[in-house]
């Protein structure tokens, strides 16, 4: 009786790991909750060679590739998700993908996808106008931004990203001023990187007297209009009245039918990212001036100089440049993969204090304290570790 208790037991167990074995795509999710990102896109592909369609095995395999840098594996996978029915949890994924990785082109893409299909499209008015902007069309971006504002006049985040338009891209910066002191205003009391950045900028510029003046049509928390001055012929108002062929107008129309799937040629994207299509040549050139530029509070110049190449091709101290040029400009979201990915290259006081100020930004405590624990005792960082007791205290 014993020993057939025991033959029964030892046939369950047989059972189980014959079944556990037959589902790679269950081991993807033990090593993904592990954090063993690699391991888990083996598994997940594994369970793909079986002939699985699950758009969520899909998506899943998207995120670990994103977590490792393997970004067009990435990408193929986003796509393959859509493909099966991931639907618009999916679509919104990669589109921050896009933005996260610096395809603002294909980001447009696919939020004028969202756009189409959301049934909240006021955070998606404000993501396609922020995603133009930095893809070198910051009069598309506005057009979009200012929807979002008229929506949600409430709402901080716009402000913010029309306060940067009209900063960087548009050099409106007395409008910029109203921008940001609006955005400061609806943000609250409560201090953040973003608020600090804003505050900073306009220090900058109450220096540079670049003083708020009354706008027609602005108030702060109310839908912004501004007043149209419609002028017929634009070269002849810059350049006089000497040219005069008014018979020709250029109209830009974006659209978008489908999101790309794999291998989809770019001459689709109707908003290209501004500068040069191809990498640099010299990615040591590119560091120096990507290094001059966050130095000089130009953050979106440090994305297009360093945005461009391979990840295999960039060192720690890029990832840093990039993560501490999106973590400045308010974009913390985006860079958080990049300072992580700083650190497990190369583990440094310098991306360590970046990537906790971002955990506490985004009020990641169980991430910040795993994070202390891990560096508070290593040689090197006892001086940036010191702000783990300083966060424990505050909170």
Not at 143 to 148: A, D, E, G, R
Not at 333 to 347: I, N
Request: charged residues 25%; hydrophobic residues 40%; proline residues 5%.
């Amino acid at each position: 009786m014993r020993w057939s208790m025991l033959s029964r037991l030892i046939f369950a167990l047989l059972l189980i790991g014959l079944a556990s074995c037959t589902h790679p795509g269950k081991m993807g999710d033990r090593a993904f909750e592990a954090e063993n990102y690699s391991l888990a896109l083996k598994y997940y592909e594994e369970e793909m060679t079986q002939g699985a369609n699950d758009w969520n095995l899909y998506y899943r395999a998207a995120k670990a590739a994103t977590r490792i840098g393997s970004f067009s594996t990435a990408e193929r996978y986003y796509s393959l998700s859509l493909r099966y029915g991931g639907g618009l949890e999916v679509a919104k994924d990669l589109a921050e993908f896009y933005v996260q990785t610096s395809n603002y082109a294909r980001a447009v893409r696919v939020y004028q996808f969202l756009l189409k299909h959301t049934d909240d499209p006021q955070p998606v008015y404000n993501n396609l106008g922020t995603a133009l902007m930095y893809a070198g069309k910051p009069l598309d971006g506005e057009s979009y931004l200012m929807i979002s504002q008229q929506m949600a006049p409430k709402n901080p985040l716009p402000y913010i990203n029309l306060g940067v338009l009209y900063d960087q891209h548009l050099k409106q910066p007395q409008l910029a001023r109203l921008f940001f002191e609006c955005f400061l205003e609806l943000s609250g009391e409560e201090p953040n990187e973003s608020t600090r950045v804003v505050t900073a900028r306009l220090q900058e510029m109450k220096l540079h007297s670049y003083t708020a003046i009354d706008y027609e049509g602005f108030r702060c928390g109310e839908p912004y209009i501004p007043v149209q001055r419609p002028v017929r012929n634009l070269r002849s108002y810059f350049e006089g009245p000497e040219w005069q062929d008014t018979e020709h107008e250029e109209v830009i129309e974006l659209g978008l039918e489908s999101v790309a799937e794999p291998g989809a040629g770019t001459e689709e994207v109707l908003v290209e990212r501004g500068g040069a299509v191809e990498a640099p040549a010299s990615l040591p050139a590119a560091r120096e001036r990507a290094q001059a530029a966050l130095a000089e509070r130009q953050y979106d110049q440090v994305v297009q100089e360093l945005s461009g190449y391979p990840m295999d091709k960039l060192e720690a101290r890029d990832m840093l440049l990039l993560g501490t040029a999106f973590m400045r400009s308010g974009r913390t979201k985006d860079a958080l993969p990049w300072l992580e990915w700083s650190m497990k290259r190369e583990a440094t006081p310098e991306a360590f204090e970046a990537l906790l100020g971002v955990y506490l930004m985004l009020d990641e405590g169980e991430r910040i304290q795993e994070f202390c624990r891990k560096y508070q005792g290593q040689a090197g960082f006892s001086a940036v570790a010191s702000q783990c007791a300083v966060t424990k205290d505050d909170k």
